[in-house]
Nanobody, 114 residues
Framework: QVQLVESGGGLVQPGGSLRLSCAASGISFSVYAMGWYRQAPGKQRELVATITSGGRTNYADSVKGRFTISRDNPKNTVYLQMNSLRPEDTAVYYC????????WGQGTQVTVSS
């Protein structure tokens, strides 16, 4: 059974930082491209960042220079370090694993507010 379990969300003030984690099980993690997506209320789900099995990264323009995606293959975990957070970063953040199939986590809420 495939599971992607996100953690690390919460409430943070503008300018603050959070680190999201996504622990994967039931897949050969190292061959999967991993990604973070987010969905704000009333908006479509959008790509935040992706990392290939080889470590190549891609970011949405809105988060470039502020967010960093990384992966730890021995731990079957992908991370999203989020710095300089803004109110517009408020959303549910979802972990995604893609290879021959695509899997999604349940999401973790990030709220940026003073």
């Amino acid at each position: 059974q495939v599971q992607l379990v996100e953690s690390g969300g919460g409430l943070v003030q503008p300018g603050g930082s959070l680190r999201l984690s996504c622990a994967a099980s039931g897949i050969s993690f190292s061959v999967y491209a991993m990604g973070w997506y987010r969905q704000a209320p009333g908006k479509q789900r959008e790509l935040v960042a992706t990392i290939t099995s080889g470590g190549r990264t891609n970011y949405a323009d809105s988060v470039k220079g502020r967010f960093t995606i990384s992966r730890d293959n021995p731990k079957n975990t992908v991370y999203l370090q989020m710095n300089s957070l803004r109110p517009e970063d408020t959303a549910v953040y979802y972990c995604n694993a893609k290879f021959l199939d695509t899997y999604w986590g349940q999401g973790t809420q990030v709220t940026v507010s003073s």
